[in-house]
């Protein structure tokens, strides 16, 4: 634990790694039965290379939407989005998206799915060993060869993590990838994610229901409005890491977040 502690205090030795993203006035709608259902209403955001930013707002409010948007799977009907001021337009290797479910190919081991990014872009032969240093990187060296049956819910996600941060992402995408875990794994894996994230020094997007998560996480809570969502508020979090759940600031700010998320504490 006192190793732990010590990874997440320093200094991210991927500082520098990430890429900033602008949003402009970005709206979409779904086509539902050849009508417009607004989702998103002109959002404005703005993420600093290296920032980690949580997501949090209603149900249905078009949170995942947004992740889609950014990542380059889907076109907004309106404005603009930029990574380091270039516009994004399509999906990339750079920009990755982790899923709640980790969506493992269930014929490869551990290693093959890490390694199934790298084959894609052709340059496996030549970068075998960022394989293996990845999977060491999230504890699954013992299990580089199991397949994914063999894998707890904890150690699944893990190894989705692992082909995500495989390519080396400027931007990690995160679609509440801990969202079905059990709470012990949960809080486990939440201190690894920060922990990956400050020595990689990517940029973190994260989709969350779970207000102690985003506040655990995140150096900024976004709170997004009903649906068709705006941004409605902004936290900055300023607390070190590791963070505890107790600490008075924390529990001032999750008392701010519940209220402008309508809710009573």
């Not at 692992?162 to 679609?175: Q, S």
Request: net charge negative.
């Amino acid at each position: 634990m006192a190793a732990q502690a010590q990874a997440l205090r320093a200094a991210p030795t991927g500082a520098g790694g990430g890429v900033a993203v602008e949003l402009r006035s970005v709206s979409y709608a779904f086509d539902l039965h050849g009508e417009p259902l607004p989702v998103l209403d002109s959002i404005d955001l703005s993420v600093a290379a290296g920032e980690f930013v949580a997501l949090l707002g209603p149900s249905g409010c078009g949170k995942s939407t947004l992740l889609r948007l950014v990542a380059g799977l889907e076109r907004p009907s309106a404005g603009s989005m930029t990574g380091d001021g270039e516009e994004i337009v399509s999906p990339d290797p750079s920009r990755i998206l982790v899923f709640q479910d980790p969506t493992l190919f269930p014929w490869m081991t551990v290693w093959g799915n890490v390694a199934v990014g790298l084959d894609a872009r052709g340059v496996l032969a030549r970068h075998r060993g960022r394989v293996d240093e990845t999977i060491a990187l999230v504890d699954l060296t013992a299990f580089e060869r199991a397949y994914p049956h063999q894998l707890s819910g904890g150690m699944a996600q893990r190894a989705a993590l692992a082909r995500a941060l495989v390519n080396d992402p400027a931007l990690m995408l995160l679609d509440e990838p801990l969202g079905k875990l059990d709470s012990l794994t949960r809080l486990t894996l939440q201190a690894e994610l920060v922990s990956l994230w400050r020595k990689k020094g990517f940029t973190a997007i994260l989709v969350t229901h779970d207000v102690e998560e985003a506040l655990q996480l995140a150096s900024r809570v976004v709170v997004l409005s009903e649906r068709p969502a705006h941004v409605k508020a902004e936290f900055k979090v300023s607390r070190p890491y590791p963070r505890h759940r107790d600490d008075p600031a924390l529990v001032a700010l999750r008392r701010q977040v519940f209220a402008t998320l309508g809710l009573e504490t």
